[in-house]
């Protein structure tokens, strides 16, 4: 079976029109290819290249990792003398991804990545997590090259990177006992060791993925006698320095193939990643953002694989003489999960894009001065990208939760076993609206961009698009949703208290999202017409939500 072959949907996002000017950035005009000998030599190649290594993934995911992952669920990783060991499936699908050579996807050719653009790699990352959400974890950490790449010196790069390819692993610490959705508390020491001319960290991280992994990304504090961000810096430890121990690996719900630590750091070297004091406040926010990207892949990665075996299921299981899928509360059902899922792929592969234009054009700036147009896109692109990625995140993980809950529900009492997958999904789905920045948070992040009417700004730039006379009901019952979402913005604005912002916040958001969510599913339908279903059901899920939320404000402001 194949991950790839098998949903022919996913193709479409290459046909999209800013596919072309992303390749070419990345390929900087297609320079590299008289130097590299796997460059592609133009556009056509370079999806040539994007569409074998997925087909090839999609072999793997379909092959590997899926078969492997009931018995990862079973077995677990565990721990031997402070060290994890992974579940011996874990290790056959480890082998397999870096024989391949799949780790290191978006790395430049130098650093012997496949220097792949945002696209193709957020879409393998999607077909690793439908074939099991736990692994996506180990094999998706290795988003920290991305960090290293971009913020740390000319030495660590060369000293980290090439060893991406060859399977080393990634980890990503953060959290600690008392700083969890507030890093700024974070207080795992680093010292300068005049002595031995490094850093030196102390102190204890918990809940870290991965956390025995070969080379971790730490946020620790550098600056003694501070108590804010300002005083967090970012650093690379590498395992080979046997300074960390894992005291203990968490026995948890779900994603049960990847270990999740608690971590000793007893004065472990390690290097100082950029400037000092910008470890929170630049480092971490660009990591967590190309990381919560990539919890939006393990979202649609999971709730397609539910939705997959609903799908099956509810064709073959017969009850009244008839097959369940003929009775409209399950048709109902499955056809908001696929709809969810196709929005929720819209808006994932129009985060990426907007990433990857904004982020290879600051790569560019390292090397020439911009056109005014250029810098004039960048920023627009970054903006875009800081907006959509919490939005993205918010309801991606939701919707994931959502349709595993449904899977479980077409399956009736079979589902609640554990002979059938939808079980582990269930459990799987779980964490993703928690780490990476819970769905609150999210919505904390997301509730500027309503202020400051970034989502207004992009819905009216929607809403000139030329469409369809087959789609003109679609843009009058979004107009009719954006002026409900306008209503609700200007009803929570006079009420003038930050309180009642917080308290309304998620629904302003959700309001937002279901317009911007069901546009980008419609534009990804105008590529694919298969789409055209999800795009009506999705519609009328959105516009009672949005009626839904903004009754309840009204109330609130009647009061
Ligand atoms: C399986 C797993 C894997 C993980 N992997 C990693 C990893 O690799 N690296 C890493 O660094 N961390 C990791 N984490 C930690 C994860 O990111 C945190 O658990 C998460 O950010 C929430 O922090 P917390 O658990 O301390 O909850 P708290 O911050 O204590 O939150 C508790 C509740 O309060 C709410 N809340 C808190 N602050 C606010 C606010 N300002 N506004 C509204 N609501 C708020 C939260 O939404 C939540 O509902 C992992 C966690 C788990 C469970």
Redesign the pocket.
């Known amino acids: 079976m194949n991950y790839y072959l098998d949903n022919p949907i996913l193709k479409q996002q290459f046909s999209h029109s800013l596919m072309e000017k992303i390749v070419k950035l990345k390929e900087k005009n297609f320079e590299y290819a008289k130097e590299v000998s796997i460059a592609p030599l133009n556009f056509e190649d370079a999806l040539d290249s994007y569409d074998k290594v997925l087909e090839i993934i999609g072999e793997i995911c379909g092959d590997i990792i899926a078969p492997n992952a009931e018995r990862v669920d079973l077995e677990g990783p565990h721990l031997e003398n402070g060290r994890v060991v992974y579940a011996k499936g874990t290790q056959e699908n480890l082998k397999a991804l870096t024989d391949a050579k799949l780790f290191g996807m978006s790395l430049p050719y130098k650093y012997n990545g496949l220097n792949f653009p945002m696209i193709p790699y957020v879409m393998a990352a999607e077909l690793v997590s439908r074939a099991d959400g736990g692994f996506a974890n180990i094999w998706g950490l290795q988003d920290c090259a991305e960090t290293i790449h971009e913020f740390a010196s000319e030495e660590i790069k060369n000293e980290f990177l090439p060893r991406i390819n060859e399977g080393a692993t990634c ?5 600690e006992p008392d ?4 890093l700024q508390a974070v207080q795992l020491k680093a010292t300068f060791d005049e002595t031995s001319d490094c850093w030196r960290l102390n102190g204890v ?1 918990r ?5 025995d992994a070969d080379i971790k990304l730490v946020l620790a504090r550098s600056e003694e006698g501070t108590k804010d961000g300002r005083g967090l810096s970012y650093f690379v430890y590498d395992k080979r320095d046997n300074a960390v121990i894992v005291r203990r690996l ?1 026995n ?1 719900l779900g ?1 049960k193939g ?1 270990p ?1 630590c608690e971590l000793v750091f007893k004065n472990a070297p390690a290097k100082l990643v950029g400037d000092r004091r910008m470890g929170l406040i630049k480092y971490v926010m660009s990591l967590m953002n190309g990381a919560r990207l990539g919890i939006g892949a393990q979202s649609v990665g999971i709730a397609e694989a539910a939705w997959q075996e609903a799908h099956k299921y509810a064709q073959e299981r017969e009850q009244f003489g008839k097959p369940i899928n003929t009775f409209p509360a399950v048709y109902e059902m499955l056809h908001n999960m696929r709809a969810k899922i196709d929005a929720a792929r819209a808006i994932l592969y129009e985060t990426a894009r907007c990433v990857d234009i904004y982020k290879l054009l600051q790569e560019v700036a390292k090397e020439r001065p911009l056109t005014p147009e250029e810098r004039t896109e960048m920023k627009y692109y970054n903006k875009l990208a800081d907006a959509l990625t919490p939005m993205l995140k918010l309801m991606a993980s939701e919707f994931c939760n959502q349709i595993c809950y449904d899977a479980i529900q077409v399956h009736g009492g079979t589902g609640y076993m554990k002979d059938f997958p939808v079980e582990r999904m269930y459990r799987d789905a779980r ?1 993703t609206s ?8 999210q919505v ?1 992040a997301a509730i500027r961009p309503v202020i400051n009417e970034t989502y207004s700004s992009l819905i009216e730039i929607f809403e000139k698009t030329e469409l369809p006379q087959e789609f003109e009901h679609v843009k009058f019952e979004l107009n009719t949703m954006r002026a409900l979402y306008e209503h609700a913005r200007k009803s929570v604005s006079n009420m003038n208290s930050e309180e009642m912002l917080d308290l309304h916040a998620r629904r302003l958001v959700e309001m937002a999202a279901y317009i911007i969510m069901t546009y980008l599913l419609l534009f990804d339908a105008l590529r694919c017409s298969s789409l055209k279903d999800s795009v009506n059901h999705f519609l009328r899920y959105g516009k009672a939500v949005c009626v839904g939320h903004l009754e309840y404000i009204r109330s609130d402001a009647c009061e």
């Open positions: 980890s990503m610490d953060l959290t700083a969890g959705s507030d991280k809940f870290i993925t991965n956390g968490e948890k994603i990847s999740t964490i928690i780490y990476e920045g819970t769905s609150q948070l904390v």
